[in-house]
């Protein structure tokens, strides 16, 4: 898949091709593919000749067409690169920044009510006792992140700008369960609680990590900048779905099959499933990649738009047994640099006697 030229050439791997076909017009460029291809095949021109004609560009090795490289194609080419929150570490969420309207006026109206905060819950550490969480950013607690992240696809589909959607994510056509669809079905926001026991669910029977969570909501976020579409409540649940199924493949070593989530929603058939991934892909343009600058900037929005919310991290104090697992991972960081500072002292040994490294040891009491 990394490789400059490949032997797979698809001209359906475009989703603007599949909103020609959606608008019942047939696309061009499929026939000016085979046309070349057939005539190169038939003795009628070489392979670089037939991708000339396609595109005017052909391979420096004379063999056969130019192919754009995976890391060429990731950006789209009308999307500048610092507003696409999901390939760009500096850019900032798109469920943050949604979020910001409700916590300002939920501030703004106890402001003007005079309501209290209530009783205070969170824990603050003193001199007798220290509370830690036990969610960090490369081991993430479970039922925190997808709290978390379903209450991040609330605000996508409550501020969302409009009702834009594909026919592939539309429950009406595509539906999840036996259950009739209501007419209405387009006009009303789930709840929070709603998203989240839908996710959990999936999760739980899935066996799936916190990391994965995060994962999802990239691609989701990814997927609306990139197919300019919108999370509403006639799509939530097949995009929410799609991009779960895609976040397991990639991240997690043992990833689930498509039938296996098949028999989580019964009644949803593996064909379905498998269209629903293909068009997934092909919308994000094979765009897989999660930077760990990108990854990180979700995990600690993700925090902050808990704490907007009142959605306390379990804090536990600090026990003996904690403690000391921390002291044995602090000796193993502090080890792994002590090495490394003496490489560095080699290489310039003139000055060993001049210049000193200090260090200070942490102490967990």
């Known amino acids: 898949m990394g490789n400059t030229v490949t032997c797979c050439v698809s001209p ?19 026939d000016r593919w ?50 696409n929150p999901s390939d ?12 910001q309207t409700d916590v300002r006026e939920k501030r703004k109206s106890n402001h003007i009510n005079h309501v209290s905060p209530g009783q205070l819950t969170k824990k603050y550490s003193s001199c007798s006792t220290i ?5 960090t950013v490369s081991q993430p607690n479970l039922r925190s992140t ?27 056509s595509h539906p999840l369960t036996r259950e009739e669809v209501p007419d209405d079905y387009y006009k009303h926001d789930p709840e929070h609680k709603h998203i989240y026991r839908f996710v959990r669910t999936l999760f739980s029977a899935a066996q799936l990590t916190a990391e994965c969570a995060i994962v999802t909501l990239v691609y989701l976020e990814r997927l609306l900048t990139y197919a300019e579409i919108d999370i509403c409540p006639s799509n939530w649940k097949r995009i929410v779905l799609g991009a779960i199924l895609l976040a ?6 043992q990833a689930v099959w498509n039938v296996d989530y098949c028999q989580i929603l019964k009644d949803i058939t593996v064909e379905d499933m498998n269209e629903m991934e293909r068009h997934f892909l092909e919308l994000l343009q ?33 026990s003996k047994e904690r403690a000391q697992k921390l002291e044995a991972i602090s000796r193993l960081c502090e ?11 080699r290489r310039s040994f003139s000055a060993d006697n001049l210049v000193g490294i200090r260090r200070s040891n942490a102490i967990l009491s």
């Open 88 to 99: 760009h570490p500096r850019a900032s969420t798109i469920f943050l920044s949604k979020s």
């Open 248 to 253: 397991s493949k990639v991240w997690d070593d």
């Open 12 to 30: 359906d791997a475009s989703p603007k091709l599949s909103r020609a076909r959606g608008g019942g017009g047939a696309a061009p460029g499929p």
């Open 34 to 83: 085979a046309d070349a291809y057939q005539a190169a095949a038939g003795g009628g021109g070489s392979a670089a000749a037939a991708a000339e004609a396609e595109s005017g560009e052909s391979d420096p090795g004379g063999g056969g067409p130019h192919l754009q490289h995976i890391s060429d194609r990731e950006f789209p080419d009308d999307l500048a690169l610092e507003s």
């Open 146 to 172: 997808i709290k978390c992240v379903t209450l991040a696809i609330f605000y996508h589909i409550k501020n969302r700008d409009s009702d834009r959607s594909l026919d592939i994510f539309d429950e009406k």
């Open 286 to 318: 094979f765009n897989i990649n999660v930077p760990a600058s990108v990854y990180a900037k979700y995990y600690f929005d993700l925090r902050s738009l808990a704490d907007d919310n009142n959605l306390s991290f379990l804090l536990e104090p600090l």
């Open 131 to 135: 509370f830690i969480d036990d969610s």
């Open 335 to 345: 080890d792994k640099y002590k090495d490394l500072s003496k490489a560095a002292m």
